[in-house]
């Protein structure tokens, strides 16, 4: 019984998803290899080789990786998944971009964004926003898996000694090509890999406000910035600092929430954080709940008292 992860990399560097993902397949148990395919990837490939758990390294190279399109990263899966009992995705963009069509093409049912695994053919999930969690059990020769990264503690990135395979690239698909992205450039660090985040809501009222309260204390702690889906929704922080169901998973050292109520599509995507702060002037808010530690005021007095005495 051997799994293979799919790293998650930018042709340079592994990212943190992989070393996660990595912990989760040695609890199914057996070898666990790693695939690399990307574009001059060599390095990324190296530094797969690091990580401890992992006995060997599946390295493929070509220009049609070098973007991580999905058709091509799945054809290239495919190409080697006979060999293997459970293939494991980080549950990240995408993850979730390949791993359906690796299923389907193996006609076998996806287990998604598990945060445990019980046995080698039985796995947990949570479900209605993480108030309940499935226990699934699968009977399929090849076991397709998301990884909900923040179930899982990374695996250690050095230490390990595994052997680089080159294998033949599977060839461009031609379904799809890429044309061009639009990135923004952010000096704070990511938000699914931040060790401190703070996040504000719609009690913050404008995105005005949002940034003069909300970036002094990030700035301060070295921490990113956070956004309610209602903040989101608001026009008050972009699309991509939403934090919740349909936002992003995180599970940070550190997660202050301020004048965020506590909705359960929020709370499903920080409740695993170590240690929650919560401020907020209603002493009935949900939020609380869930908080380690909370505050009772308004946040327009604390957060700036708070940033300042740090």
Not at 89 to 103: I, L, Q
Not at 159 to 178: C, H, L, N, Q, R
């Amino acid at each position: 019984m051997t799994s293979l992860v799919i790293a998650e990399h930018d042709n340079a560097s592994i990212r943190g998803a992989t070393l996660n993902t990595v912990t989760a397949a040695l609890a199914c148990g057996g070898d666990v290899h790693v695939l690399v395919a990307g574009s001059n990837a060599g390095a990324a490939a190296a530094q797969a080789a690091q990580i401890v758990g992992v006995a060997k390294v599946i390295h493929a190279d070509g220009e049609q990786f070098a973007h991580g399109l999905a058709e091509n990263v799945a054809a290239q899966v495919l190409a080697v998944a006979t060999s293997y009992s459970h293939i494991l995705f980080p549950a990240t963009a995408g993850g979730k971009n390949v791993a359906p069509r690796v299923a389907a093409k193996l006609d076998v049912a996806q287990i998604s964004d598990i945060t445990k695994v019980d046995a080698a053919d039985t796995f947990e999930r949570p479900i209605y926003a993480g108030n309940a969690i499935a226990i699934v059990q699968s009977l399929d020769a090849t076991k397709v898996i998301t990884v909900r990264t923040t179930g899982f503690d990374p695996a250690a990135a050095t230490g390990g000694s595994a052997a680089v395979e080159t294998v033949t690239a599977a060839p461009d698909s031609g379904k799809s090509k890429f044309l061009g992205s639009e990135i923004a450039k952010n000096d704070r660090p990511e938000l699914t890999a931040a060790k401190i985040i703070v996040s504000g809501g719609r009690a913050l009222g404008s995105a005005e406000k949002f940034n003069e309260v909300m970036t002094p204390l990030a700035d301060k702690l070295g921490a990113a910035i956070g956004a309610s889906r209602a903040a989101v929704d608001a026009g008050y922080a972009a699309n991509d600092l939403q934090v919740g169901q349909t936002g992003k998973i995180v599970a940070p050292q550190l997660y202050i929430a301020a004048g965020i109520s506590g909705a359960i599509q929020h709370l499903a995507g920080m409740k695993d954080s170590k240690v929650i702060v919560a401020i907020n002037k209603d002493p009935e808010a949900p939020i609380f709940s869930v908080a380690d530690y909370g505050l009772e005021a308004d946040l327009f007095t604390a957060v700036p008292e708070l940033a300042l005495s740090i």
